[in-house]
């Protein structure tokens, strides 16, 4: 399997077909901003990466990314937390582009032409993407999980201006992705995980 990851935290994840792209962004009232537009910084830390991001739309704060691989499955499992982050700031995230193909055959990034025919089936704060992987029949799955605070809805993945734009823009579309969001505070360690189900291996949030 392949992860990649960006100067951002934005992945995409080949297992080894492209089984999903993930990216971020914030909400502040009725702003937003996709965080490929903040400045940030990534370091290598132990097996994992390590992001600092800061910009005018954190005011005076700090938003850090650990990500880890996990051991038992393909995937990863993220930490999130800020310092002196404003209020009301919630962290928005956007899933799906899964098509089967393979990391030479296609784009990273959540692109609307991998979109087509990916099925989410959401259980609390967990979800499991179904996505075509050769046959009219044949499917595969990979399943994430975001903390118990997410709310999440369909989006059309056409519609990526902005990280409210995607959460307002509708599931009439083609080229359908799962978008949420939860809320942030500060010194509070939130968890999101990516990973393809192993027979011997299931992740719980706690």
Request: aromatic content about 14%.
């Amino acid at each position: 399997s392949v992860i990649t990851a960006g100067e951002v935290p934005e992945f995409t994840f080949y297992v080894p077909d492209k089984a999903s792209s993930a990216r971020f962004g914030l909400v502040k009232g009725s702003q937003s901003i996709w965080l490929s537009a903040l400045k940030a910084v990534c370091k290598p830390e132990g097996k994992g990466l390590k992001y600092t991001l800061t910009d005018k739309f954190l005011e005076k704060g700090i938003l850090t990314f650990e990500v880890l691989p996990l051991y038992q499955a393909d995937g990863v499992i993220i930490r999130v937390n800020g310092e002196n982050l404003p209020d009301s700031l919630s962290l928005f995230w956007a899933f799906g582009a899964a098509c089967g193909k393979t990391q030479q055959e296609v784009q990273n990034g959540l692109n609307p032409s991998d979109c087509k025919n990916n099925v989410f089936v959401v259980e609390r704060n967990g979800v499991i993407l179904y996505y075509p992987k050769g046959g009219l029949h044949d499917f595969s799955v990979f399943y994430t999980m975001f903390p118990i605070e997410t709310s999440a809805v369909l989006s059309d993945a056409h519609k990526q201006n902005s990280p409210l734009e995607l959460f307002h823009s509708g599931h009439k579309t083609d080229a359908q992705a799962l978008s949420g969001m939860f809320p942030i505070k500060n010194g509070h360690n939130y968890y999101c995980s990516f990973y393809k189900p192993a027979s011997n291996y299931d992740v719980n949030y706690y």
